[in-house]
């Protein structure tokens, strides 16, 4: 099997005996579910653009392990041009979707688990770094959707993991047998998790000794006997199981997804053990995964930010103010956020370096600087939009309003007459296509789009504290002062 077309992935997801759970039900077909489908076909558009002879450079590379072309979501990065190729993928998926694609977080594992594996085995010799190859060209020749699992609900944020109360609150080896382990907890917020077809387990922060049963990580199967999620809300998620819905949606196509993944002991075999113990290195794997998934939030969030601001360009000539040297301004200013997120991105890869094993890594502070300006210019970016979308955009009646028929006016006029007259704008557009940019700009600003880019941009990779520690680290504060005092004349 080689690449996957994006009817073969859904496909394959039906084949898969997942089980997840929405408003307290098991939901047998998730598969066409309409809450669910959105983020599906959104991951699909990741095995569609790799078939497409245009996007073949950024979509596909060569598997250093077996030489075959695969997609770029399953690839270990060997040089600066692919960190670089990768952080143009993600803008273009952004640009087509305008929603979160999921499928980087498998990508941005695979690429922390390689080179941390290696370098466990060097110290103790364990076998972590043949399991994860022989587990990634299984992952890579049958071009799979895995979801990079990290972040345990943690309980209480004081207590390190062997002093919660409830032991459970991270993800731990409940047993260890000869065959492999048992684990137990749970991971929160896990996006892609429900369409992913496996799942690797990493650890959620450093450990120290009295926690090395939370020191694990693991690939096993999205259905393995024991595992199960439960499907998280997300804003105006219901406005999906409205009748026909359409325009109301704003993003009638894609979606995001997140959900609770609990591992109600689960068996892991010990050919898919990654690390099990070894709590001196799972610092290492988490300060790597966060670093690569910081990086991609500087090509997926632009490539979101190139719609909305299409969007907003759109409804101003859509309220004929395109003219407007305010709007004009606030369209620059837009667009000088976003590049300036994507520069971010652009240059913690082109500074990539390589690890231990060969694999390359992103600059790990221009990284962390990446993300830290990811949670604050899309807030920027959206707040521009709503000031050019004006209140319409929350205020404006039902998309079955404008399609009544049933009379309310003197004159025999329809509910639907009613608001095609007295919402029209500019002459340029039908009353229906402004209020489609509208409806876009609300979902992505305010609705279930929300969540990827506003919510996400905040929390996803670590919250803005979390990157504040690291370029602390990372800034070299002693270097500088090294610096002022050469050139200030200060010998001591
Ligand atoms: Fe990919 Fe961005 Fe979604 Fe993370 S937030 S999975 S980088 S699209
Ligand atoms: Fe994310």
């Known amino acids: 099997m080689g690449l996957k077309t994006a009817a ?78 990768k952080v143009k993928m993600q803008r273009l998926l952004g640009q087509k979707t305008a929603s979160c694609f999921q499928r980087c977080v498998g990508m941005d594992a695979f690429n922390a688990v390689y080179s941390t594996t290696y370098e466990i085995d060097e110290k103790y010799g364990t076998n972590y770094h043949e399991n994860f190859k022989k587990f990634l060209i299984y992952v890579q020749d049958n071009d799979l959707v895995v979801d990079g699992a990290m972040t345990d609900p943690k309980g209480d944020r004081s207590k390190p993991p062997h002093m919660q109360n409830d032991e459970d609150m991270f993800v731990h080896i409940k047993e260890r047998t000869p065959d492999g382990i048992i684990v137990r907890g749970a991971k929160a917020h896990q996006t892609g998790s429900v369409n992913s077809h496996w799942h690797i387990v990493m650890p959620t922060q450093s450990m120290r000794e009295e926690d090395k049963d939370y020191a694990v990580s693991f690939a096993c199967p999205s259905d393995a006997e024991g595992l199960f999620m439960i499907y998280g809300r997300q804003s105006c998620d219901t406005r999906k199981l409205e009748t026909k819905a359409d325009i109301d949606l704003g993003n009638k196509k894609f979606g995001g997804q997140e959900a609770l993944v609990v591992f109600d002991d689960v068996f892991i075999p010990n050919e898919y053990i990654f690390m099990a113990g070894e709590y001196d290195f799972a610092g290492m794997m988490v300060e790597r995964f966060a670093g690569f998934h910081r990086q991609s939030y500087g090509g997926c969030k632009v490539g979101v930010g190139d719609v909305i601001i299409g969007a907003a360009a759109l409804a101003a000539e859509y309220n004929g103010v395109e003219k407007a040297s305010a709007v ?22 082109s500074q990539g370096c390589p690890t231990k094993c060969g694999s390359y890594m992103i600059d790990l502070l221009l990284a962390n600087v990446c993300k830290q300006n990811i949670t604050r210019y899309p807030y920027e970016i959206v707040r521009l939009a709503e000031d050019i979308a004006g209140g319409l955009m929350v205020t404006m009646p039902s998309e079955r309003d404008f399609k009544s028929e049933t009379v309310v006016g003197r004159n025999g006029e329809t509910i639907g007459d009613i608001c095609s007259k007295y919402f029209a704008g500019s002459e340029i557009a039908t009353t229906e296509d402004r209020m489609r940019i509208l409806r876009f700009l609300e979902n992505i600003c305010l609705g279930s789009s929300a969540v990827g880019y506003r919510t996400e941009s905040m929390h996803g990779a670590g919250s803005p504290q979390a990157q504040r520690i690291m370029i602390q680290r990372q800034g070299d504060i002693q270097g500088k002062k090294k610096l002022a005092k050469d050139i200030a004349g200060i010998i001591k």
């Open 328 to 349: 004009k301004d606030k369209l620059i200013e837009m667009t000088h956020l976003n590049e300036t997120l994507y520069s971010c991105g652009i240059a913690c890869s």
């Open 8 to 85: 073969q992935y859904i496909q394959s997801l039906r084949e898969l005996n997942t089980r997840v759970y929405m408003f307290g039900e098991k939901i047998d077909n998730w598969v066409d579910h309409p809450m669910i489908r959105p983020s599906i076909s959104c991951v699909a558009m990741t095995y569609a653009l790799a078939q497409d002879e245009k996007y073949k450079d950024l979509m596909t590379a060569t598997s250093h392990l077996t030489g075959k072309r695969i997609n770029r979501f399953t690839h270990i990065h060997q040089s600066p041009e692919d960190l670089i190729n």
